[in-house]
């Protein structure tokens, strides 16, 4: 019997409305737009305003995208696994309360925190429930409203990050289209480069905590990126070989999206040019859990069937791996 594999059949995102460029930013810290492009690669990020909005209703926009651009039954849905790591609360878990917004009613839904290789490790979690024949229609979200923890006073972070989520559809395929393989590590060591240090069951918020800014992101930025290059790279490449596929045969590399540089860096050890790398970064930013379903929605139309795709992560946790993804589709293809 041929071999279940999990195929992305399509691909929804919500980007909100408001946009925070470098100018505005400029305003807000000392930086500038030169500096921010030359040594991150960010013009613009998207910022959801509005009372009570979180990551579930990012998460609710883009799968009620992906849904309509794949005439899909809400009800027909098995699973939802969302990334993200800036919940709408603790629990119930934003899958969930995604699945009620969107009327998903008979499918079960949890989340996934794996910082930037959200994504990633949510993709690898879901393909098993297909490739096993337990489901047949699951959606994986990643997204993260990032802006809910930045200090906006703080200039080394302020201008990384943005809001934004993505979904994809995952079916099963028995031509061998889909997540073909994974590698995914993660090191607590790394831990101490990157966190937040409050709000957790460790040191609940107290008013101290919001007085000393406890509760944003905490990067030592030069750590971090170097770290990011050597595992990102690494990983990508090891996926290609033990493959057996070559720079030519790679359609594009799906990047996360934290630094044009570290981009550069891991496209130039795969040998691949910067027109098979997708990229984003300049007008969204990082939205961490976001980045990857982001970049295949917006290159979606550019995407031919049989495509091979290698999706590659670095983050918080640390968090690192790749993604052999074939693709399932001519992208701009909605009707079939
Ligand atoms: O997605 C999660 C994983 N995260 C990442 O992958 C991020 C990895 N790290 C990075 O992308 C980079 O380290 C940053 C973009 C965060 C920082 O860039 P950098 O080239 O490593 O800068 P730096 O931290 O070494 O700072 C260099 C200088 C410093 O000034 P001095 O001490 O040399 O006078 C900073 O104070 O740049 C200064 N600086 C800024 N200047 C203008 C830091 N942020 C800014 C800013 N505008 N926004």
Known sequence: MAKITAAVTGVGAFLPEYILDNFELSKMVDTSDEWIMSRIGI???????GEGLGTSYMGERAVKDLLEKTNTDPMDIDMVVCATVTPDMFFPSTANLICHKVGMKKAFGFDISAACSGFLFALTAASKFIETGTFKKVIVVGGDKMSSIIDYEDRATCPIFGDGAGAVLLEPNKEGYGVLDA???????GAAHLHM??????????????????????Q???????????????????????????????????????????????????????????????????????????????????????????????????????????????????TR
């Open 220 to 334: 030592e930025g030069q750590a971090v990126f170097k770290a990011a290059v050597t595992h990102m790279s690494d990983t990508a490449v090891e996926i290609m070989e033990r493959n057996k596929l070559t720079a030519e045969d790679v359609r594009y590399l799906v990047p996360h999206q934290a630094n044009l540089r570290i981009i550069d860096a891991t496209a130039h050890r795969m040998g691949l040019p910067r027109e098979k790398c997708m990229i984003n970064i300049e007008k969204y930013g990082n939205t961490t859990a976001g980045t990857l379903p982001i970049c295949l929605w917006d290159y979606e139309s550019r995407l031919k069937k049989g495509d091979n795709l290698i999706l590659a992560a670095f983050g918080g946790g640390y968090t690192w791996g790749a993604v052999y993804l074939k693709w399932a589709y001519d992208g701009g293809d909605f």
């Open 197 to 218: 240090k409050a709000g957790g069951s460790a040191m609940p918020a107290t008013e101290e905590t919001v007085r000393n800014k406890l509760h944003y992101v905490y």
């Open 43 to 49: 013009k613009t990020r998207h910022i959801l305003k």
């Open 183 to 189: 590698i995914l590590h993660s090191d607590g060591g």
